[in-house]
């Protein structure tokens, strides 16, 4: 059964089209015409427009379009979606967001005591994978499957926690703590590991885990969040099987096992542009490197 028999509304977002465009209008003309006003500001780079443009593109491709859609029939879709809005939009935006603007942010008297816990490397990723871990707890997941409320909080929290856990890997913003190439890739491999038990649940499962994906009525209701109730109330629907060929084991451990090699290559590409920019980093200043490494092992050993 197609898809379109949900409607262009639950299938394209049209009020998430207008509060994006209404976002992007708003990032130029506070980086380009009224950049002026800001003290510490720099005039908007070609690569910072283009990293928040496409941020805002895969925002709306991954919570605005048909995949949106797919995300409350298929567990498979579900988990593409929570990837890539969780592990490579935040990327996209912290780039994107000029770091005086960010400056200003991290620096508001509202914000500055949450960015200074919640982005130290430790607590930024125990925070990250407890959210998404006790997320895909079937009793909570089908809870805030259930609740508009809930489901909007929720993910919202998470999207955050997201960003902070990139905040120490990719931020420039000056007074912010900046992290050793190193650490930075014992950090993102540490990630990679943590984040493996929660996918290994849903992987190794034996029976389906979520009533929304299993269970007729649970599943009508959860539709409800993405679909207009009068839509649904015209429609004869017994459940996501009449839009999939694939039973329901296999699409929780296809959506598992596509969340890990999704966040393995992610990972691997950031991975990869650390570990080239130290090894550049090495090329040009090999004296100085040597130096500020004796210093570091002579200030550890000292103290030991």
Same mark, same amino acid.
Request: glycine fraction near 4%; hydrophobic fraction near 50%.
């Given at each position: &059964?197609?898809?379109?028999?949900?409607? @262009?509304?639950? !299938?394209?977002? *049209?009020? /998430?089209? =207008?509060?994006?465009?209404?976002?992007?209008?708003?990032?130029?003309?506070?980086?380009?015409?009224?950049?002026?006003?800001?003290?510490?500001?720099?005039?908007?780079?070609?690569?910072?427009?283009?990293?928040?443009?496409?941020?805002?593109?895969?925002?709306?491709?991954?919570?605005?379009?048909?995949?949106?859609?797919?995300?409350?029939?298929?567990?498979? &879709?579900?988990?593409?979606?929570?990837? @890539?809005?969780? !592990?490579?939009? *935040?990327? /996209?935006? =912290?780039?994107?967001?000029?770091?005086?603007?960010?400056?200003?942010?991290?620096?508001?008297?509202?914000?500055?005591?949450?960015?200074?816990?919640?982005?130290?490397?430790?607590?930024?990723?125990?925070?990250?994978?407890?959210?998404?871990?006790?997320?895909?707890?079937?009793?909570?997941?089908?809870?805030?499957?259930?609740?508009?409320?809930?489901?909007?909080?929720?993910?919202?929290?998470?999207?955050?926690?997201?960003?902070?856990?990139?905040?120490?890997?990719?931020?420039?913003?000056?007074?912010?703590?900046?992290?050793?190439?190193?650490?930075?890739?014992?950090?993102?491999?540490?990630?990679?590991?943590?984040?493996?038990?929660?996918?290994?649940?849903?992987?190794?499962?034996?029976?389906?885990?979520?009533?929304?994906?299993?269970?007729?009525?649970?599943?009508?209701?959860?539709?409800?969040?993405?679909?207009?109730?009068?839509?649904?109330?015209?429609?004869?629907?017994?459940?996501?099987?009449?839009?999939?060929?694939?039973?329901?084991?296999?699409?929780?451990?296809?959506?598992?096992?596509?969340?890990?090699?999704?966040?393995?290559?992610?990972?691997?590409?950031?991975?990869?542009?650390?570990?080239?920019?130290?090894?550049?980093?090495?090329?040009?200043?090999?004296?100085?490197?040597?130096?500020?490494?004796?210093?570091?092992?002579?200030?550890?050993?000292?103290?030991?």
């Amino acid at each position: &059964m197609p898809i379109s028999i949900f409607g @262009f509304q639950a !299938l394209w977002s *049209p009020y /998430l089209i =207008i509060g994006l465009l209404v976002i992007t209008i708003f990032y130029f003309l506070l980086t380009v015409k009224w950049q002026s006003k800001f003290k510490e500001s720099e005039p908007l780079k070609k690569n910072e427009a283009i990293y928040f443009v496409l941020g805002i593109i895969s925002f709306y491709i991954i919570k605005g379009s048909p995949i949106d859609l797919l995300g409350h029939i298929m567990f498979t &879709m579900h988990m593409v979606q929570m990837a @890539f809005l969780l !592990l490579l939009v *935040p990327i /996209l935006f =912290i780039k994107g967001i000029p770091w005086w603007v960010w400056k200003v942010v991290v620096e508001a008297p509202v914000f500055r005591s949450i960015f200074r816990i919640f982005t130290k490397p430790l607590v930024s990723i125990v925070v990250f994978i407890g959210l998404f871990s006790v997320y895909h707890l079937p009793s909570v997941f089908d809870t805030i499957k259930l609740n508009e409320f809930y489901h909007l909080a929720y993910t919202s929290i998470l999207f955050i926690s997201a960003i902070f856990m990139y905040w120490p890997l990719l931020n420039n913003v000056e007074g912010q703590h900046e992290m050793k190439n190193m650490n930075k890739l014992a950090y993102i491999a540490s990630n990679a590991v943590l984040i493996t038990p929660a996918c290994a649940l849903i992987i190794f499962a034996t029976s389906p885990m979520y009533g929304t994906y299993s269970d007729s009525d649970m599943w009508l209701k959860a539709m409800e969040l993405c679909v207009p109730s009068t839509t649904l109330s015209g429609l004869t629907l017994s459940g996501p099987e009449l839009f999939s060929n694939m039973d329901l084991i296999s699409d929780q451990q296809v959506g598992g096992v596509l969340m890990k090699i999704i966040q393995e290559i992610i990972f691997g590409v950031i991975l990869f542009k650390i570990f080239r920019r130290w090894w550049n980093t090495e090329r040009k200043n090999p004296e100085e490197i040597t130096e500020n490494a004796l210093k570091e092992f002579q200030n550890r050993t000292r103290y030991q």
